[in-house]
């Protein structure tokens, strides 16, 4: 069974702080992983998506890692600003799982100013 | 454009009530998802259409039933559900079901049940 963790839980940085969010899973057969945020009440906006045979993805101030053989993703934000408060949420898409993504629990972020 | 528009964004509904959410995305996705998220937790699959056939039912109770017209359009028909499936319901899509494909996702609709 995949399983997805993402550690800290909950994470408070003043603003102006380079972050780094952590993802692991088990099952290192997967098509894609994918990182998502989410504000309070919202649905969940794509950030980066990380082919298996990739090893990072940038987009702005954020970089994802992906290294596959290992089970771990990291998120990189630089630079952070209180507007990139959020919960954080990595998914994977597994080679036999069809159409399903398996979500970790998340990081909720607060950057303060 | 990569939106997927789900209306209502509110729901109050007792639970007697019919009523039906809906999705809707014009990226020439074909593959449609509905899922249910609780506070504080990670989003739940409920349901996977794929080429407008249901190919996925996560053992979801009888009294959510979807419903996918066409490409396009993604519906959730809800009767007589109880308070516990008050939740935020969010839908998704994707080019395909399979394979590396990305999963864009709507604002969601927050349901209360009375």
């Known amino acids: 069974k995949q399983e997805v963790t993402q550690i800290p839980a909950a994470l408070s940085v003043p603003e102006g702080e380079n972050l780094v969010l952590n993802c692991s899973f088990t099952d290192s057969a997967i098509y894609n992983l994918q990182w998502f945020r989410q504000d309070p009440g919202k649905g969940l906006t794509s950030l980066l998506l990380?082919?298996?045979?990739?090893r990072e993805q940038t987009s702005g101030r954020l970089n994802a890692s992906l290294d596959k053989s290992s089970g771990r993703s990291t998120l990189y934000i630089a630079a952070s600003q209180p507007g990139d408060s959020a919960t954080y949420l990595c998914a994977v898409r597994k080679e036999t799982s069809g159409s399903r993504l398996t979500f970790g629990e998340g990081t909720q972020l607060t950057v303060n100013p | 454009d990569t939106e997927v528009t789900q209306t209502p964004k509110h729901l109050v509904m007792g639970m007697t009530n019919k009523k039906s959410l809906k999705c809707e995305q014009h990226m020439g996705h074909r593959a449609m998802y509905w899922y249910k998220q609780k506070a504080k937790k990670p989003p739940e699959l409920m349901f996977v259409?794929?080429?407008?056939?249901?190919?996925i039912n996560e053992s979801v109770p009888s009294r959510f039933s979807p419903e996918c017209p066409n490409s396009s359009l993604l519906n959730l028909h809800l009767h007589a559900l109880q308070p516990e499936d008050s939740a935020l319901y969010l839908c998704?899509?994707?080019?395909?079901?399979?394979?590396?494909?990305?999963?864009?996702f709507g604002q969601g609709t927050r349901l209360t049940v009375v």
């Open positions: 990380i082919q298996s045979s990739q």
């Open positions: 259409y794929s080429y407008e056939k249901l190919s």
């Open positions: 998704a899509s994707s080019l395909t079901g399979t394979g590396v494909t990305e999963a864009f």
